[in-house]
């Protein structure tokens, strides 16, 4: 299969990329910049793609098989000020309106669009949801109704679209998993505020697979939540980095410490949700890893 990849200099993408060379698929990776770095394959090629224009994206994609469009900046990666929020949601909406646009540019478009969400859609709570739940009220919820609104048109032209929400995806090195780590490695590691809000996470390994799973699953589409069938407390996932790390697990970490240093950006962190995988697991999707613990030890190298 052809893919384009949208974003796939990312975590997410360069996961996606080598999972889908290692089953012989051909990968193109947009960039908004020429890079040096060498692709990973023969099977791998880069084009430079500016984000904005539908002509250029159009060249593209252009007979190619399918796209998977994960654009989109770090929504943890700074503090939430008015600014940044417009930055986040443009760096989203801009991409997906040239997508659009270039689908209906194609002479021969893609037959399948993958399109990237979160499990943000449902709102805080902790209400155990599937993919059938409405979408919550807060700010990430609604941001993530507008990002999977973006490349709905796509579908009137005849594409299948899936939409993946995804959950904290681990990653040794990268992502969450570092900032969970870290009070640990200066042995002050304990649980967040109560402990007791629910973290619904998915292995990089796993996330990658399912991606390219819903994408050779023709018959499949809508939406599927991409995180492990097992959510877990934070006190629980503490527990499990303190035992992997041979730390001590003893000092709370109070809410309002996390709220006057990250703002309104610590709901990631304080505020928690109980999210299954239930379309994935139906479909037949078999998890790398359901267990955390196994999950952390395999990313630790334990």
């Not at 009220?137 to 999977?148: G, H, I, P, S, T």
């Not at 929400?165 to 681990?170: E, N, P, W």
């Not at 590691?189 to 994408?215: F, M, N, T």
């Not at 928690?272 to 395999?298: H, T, W």
């Amino acid at each position: 299969m052809r893919i384009v990849i949208i974003g796939g200099k990312g975590m997410i993408g360069r996961a996606v990329t080598e999972a889908a060379v290692a089953k012989g698929h051909h990968v193109v990776v947009t960039s908004r910049g020429v890079h040096n770095s060498s692709p990973i394959s023969a099977n791998v090629v880069l084009q430079q793609w500016d984000g904005k224009s539908a002509d250029d994206l159009c060249r593209i994609i252009d007979g190619l098989d399918a796209v998977i469009n994960l654009a989109g900046d770090n929504i943890g990666k700074s503090v939430w000020t008015k600014k940044r929020k417009i930055e986040l949601l443009n760096s989203r909406l801009e991409p997906a309106q040239a997508l659009v646009e270039a689908f209906k540019l194609c002479k021969l478009p893609p037959k399948t669009l993958i399109q990237a969400s979160a499990i943000g859609y449902y709102g805080i709570g902790a209400d155990e949801k599937d993919e059938s739940a409405a979408p919550g009220k807060d700010y990430l919820a609604n941001f993530a109704v507008r990002w999977e609104d973006s490349t709905k048109e796509v579908e009137s032209l005849g594409i299948r679209r899936v939409i993946i929400r995804t959950g904290i995806v681990l990653k040794n090195g990268e992502g969450v998993l570092p900032q969970l780590m870290l009070p640990f490695k200066l042995m002050v590691g304990g649980p967040v505020c109560s402990g007791k809000q629910v973290y619904s996470w998915i292995h990089i390994r796993d996330e990658a697979a399912a991606i390219l799973y819903l994408l050779e699953k023709t018959d499949l589409n809508g939406v599927f939540n991409l995180t492990a069938p097992m959510p877990m407390r934070n006190s629980e996932i503490g527990r499990v980095l303190a035992k992997a790390m041979n730390r001590p697990y003893w000092m709370p970490v109070p809410g309002f410490v996390l709220k006057l240093v990250l703002g309104e950006m610590s709901t990631l962190v304080l505020d928690g949700q109980k999210v299954m995988p239930k379309r994935l697991l139906e479909s037949g999707y078999i998890f790398c890893f359901s267990d955390l613990e196994e999950a952390v030890n395999e990313l630790l190298k334990k």
